[in-house]
């Protein structure tokens, strides 16, 4: 059964990356507990709008928990208050009447935020181009089957490839640390055949990279793995470390 509530807001605007930023508080009525939380934020911006403000500006793409981009820091946690789903899987129906909800963007050195609620995240990409990627020529599209996989070296392999690199893992961890990215991006290569012939390269250049561009070490605290919307394991922070070794022993 559909119901309405009321909502105070407290979103975090921000001009620019050079910009000092505030917290802004917006009042909205009569808001559908069966929208999504970035259909709110909609309402939100028409709101603002009609009344001659400036919207909250806010990434967001396919809606659908694929993308990665809805990148929202919600009442202290990464996608909000719901476990297993991104920002944009949210439901109003989580929250309470007459609760107050503070909207920040992604807070990591990694991620400078661009504007309100919108972060860079291109140190990502720049990662994933260190060495996230086979470069050796493997032919054309095999048969399932062709090639002999273990299922469990293949369920890992696509457990780690579910990673969508949203940035919750970063914007989570007291560190700012990418561990859990770069583990599963190393980690669903380095579990099948075609990824084994560049794994020494590519754990080396990427861990580089991510040290480079100022995340920080793990810790082990875990938080990462609660709140990544897919799951995606520590282990693979386990695995990423004995490649990572195993490419320095071979120097």
Not at 11 to 16: I, T
Not at 54 to 74: K, N, Q, T, W
Not at 156 to 179: L, P, Q, R, W, Y
Request: glycine content about 8%; charged content about 25%.
């Amino acid at each position: 059964m559909e119901n309405n509530i009321s909502l105070t807001l407290k979103v975090w605007r921000q001009n620019g990356p050079k910009e000092k930023g505030r917290f802004e508080t917006y009042k909205l009525e009569k808001v559908s507990t069966d929208s999504s939380f970035l259909e709110m934020m909609d309402i939100l911006n028409e709101q603002l709008i009609n009344d001659g403000n400036e919207p909250v500006a806010f990434d967001h793409d396919c809606r659908e928990g694929i993308c990665g981009m809805c990148s929202l820091y919600i009442n202290g946690r990464p996608h909000g208050p719901d476990d297993d789903v991104t920002t944009c899987q949210l439901h109003m129906r989580k929250f309470k009447d007459g609760e107050t909800i503070t909207i920040e963007p992604w807070r990591s050195a990694g991620f400078p935020v661009i504007k309100d609620l919108i972060v860079n995240r291109n140190a990502f990409d720049t990662i994933i181009a260190a060495g996230g990627y086979t470069s050796v020529s493997t032919g054309g599209v095999p048969d399932a089957n062709a090639i002999p996989i273990p299922k469990v070296d293949a369920d890992e392999a696509m457990d780690a490839a579910s990673c969508i690199g949203c940035g919750a893992c970063v914007a989570t961890c007291k560190n700012g640390s990418a561990m859990l990215f770069v583990s599963a991006k190393v980690s669903h290569l380095a579990l099948l055949p075609q990824g084994k012939v560049e794994a020494a390269r590519r754990a080396k250049n990427m861990v580089a990279k991510m040290d480079e561009l100022g995340f920080g070490n793990c810790t082990n605290t875990g938080a990462c793995e609660v709140e990544c919307p897919k799951g995606v394991s520590i282990s693979n922070i386990a695995r990423l470390n004995r490649e990572f070794l195993k490419a320095k022993l071979q120097d």
